[in-house]
């Protein structure tokens, strides 16, 4: 069975402080790894798709990387408006029809 | 842009009552998807279409149905609406390299 766990659950960072967030997947094949935004009460915002270990994307302060096990988004200088939980998401190759499987996410706070 | 429409971004209902939740996407995409999202629980999923008319279960179909008459539009059903099943409820349509393309979620409350 697949399983994807994202660390930490929360994370509250001064405005200009790095960090980053973690993705730790188990799954037979991998197709896929993704990355969404979610503000609060609103459907999950597309950011990055990764295919394979060694691969990276890069969009503004946001970088994801991914290796066989784990993928991490990294959050250069915040900013408040960055705040959000981020979703971190596998499509099995085994699986039918890119359906995927989910963590529960990591709720980042920006604190100005 | 793929996107994909939830009828209703706010919903109140009593229990008991026949509750249809409706989703449409512009993209021609096969795959759509129904979830429902909870505090602590995460995105789990009620039901997915491959194809028009075609649907199979997801991890808690209990107490939902799903129609799939036209490929565009995929409608989640609560038969008889109860308080456990009040959530934030978000339909996807999918693609190969954009993953899932969210609608902007229904939060329904069941009274």
């Known amino acids: 069975e697949d399983q994807v766990t994202q660390s930490p659950e929360a994370l509250r960072l001064q405005e200009g402080e790095s960090s980053s967030l973690n993705c730790s997947y188990t799954?037979?094949?991998?197709?896929?790894l993704f990355w969404y935004r979610q503000d609060p009460g609103k459907g999950p915002e597309f950011l990055f798709t990764?295919?394979?270990a060694g691969e990276e994307k890069e969009k503004e302060r946001l970088k994801a990387t991914l290796t066989k096990k784990e993928s991490f988004l990294h959050i250069t200088a915040p900013k408040p408006e960055d705040s959000a939980t981020y979703l971190c998401?596998?499509?099995?190759?085994?699986?039918?029809?890119?359906?995927?499987?989910f963590g529960k996410g990591t709720k980042l706070s920006v604190i100005p | 842009d793929v996107k994909v429409t939830q009828s209703s971004r706010y919903l109140v209902k009593r229990t008991g009552e026949k509750v249809f939740l409706e989703c449409v996407q512009d993209?021609?995409?096969?795959?759509m998807f129904w979830y429902r999202q909870d505090p602590g629980l995460g995105l789990r999923l009620i039901y997915f279409?491959?194809?028009?008319?075609?649907?199979e279960k997801g991890d808690i179909p209990e107490g939902y149905s799903v129609s799939r008459e036209k490929k565009e539009r995929f409608s989640l059903i609560l038969e008889s609406a109860s308080t456990n099943q009040t959530s934030m409820y978000l339909c996807?349509?999918?693609?190969?390299?954009?993953?899932?393309?969210f609608g902007s979620g229904t939060r329904l409350t069941v009274v």
């Open positions: 279409s491959y194809d028009v008319k075609m649907k």
């Open positions: 998401a596998v499509h099995n190759s085994g699986a039918g029809s890119y359906q995927l499987t």
């Open positions: 993209m021609d995409h096969e795959n």
């Open positions: 996807a349509s999918s693609s190969v390299h954009y993953g899932y393309t």
């Open positions: 990764l295919y394979s």
């Open positions: 799954v037979s094949g991998l197709r896929g």
